[in-house]
C-alpha cells in the first residue's frame, strides 16, 4: 500500500492522516471519529512528540490500512 511520496518510518500527524483542503486523506474520517476512535480504541494511540503535539507512527497508520483493507 505505500506509495513513493509517503514515508517508510517516523511519524504521521493527524492532517496527514485525515486529509486537508490540500491533503488527500489516508484514512477518509473527520477528526472527531478518528479521537474517538482512537479514545475507544479502534485507532492507534498517538504518541507525544512535544508538548501539544502528538504523531501517529508511520507503521502503525500502514498496518491500519492494511488492516481495513482486509475487512
Partial sequence: MVT??????????????IG???NPP???????TWLNGVKSGKYPKPVKLGARTNG????????????????
Fill in 4 to 17: 513513493q511520496n509517503l514515508p517508510q518510518k517516523g511519524f504521521f500527524r493527524l492532517p496527514q492522516i
Fill in 20 to 22: 486537508t483542503k490540500g
Fill in 26 to 32: 489516508l484514512i477518509p474520517v473527520s477528526r472527531t
Fill in 56 to 71: 501517529w507512527r508511520v507503521s502503525d497508520i500502514y498496518a491500519l490500512i492494511d488492516e481495513m483493507g482486509a475487512i
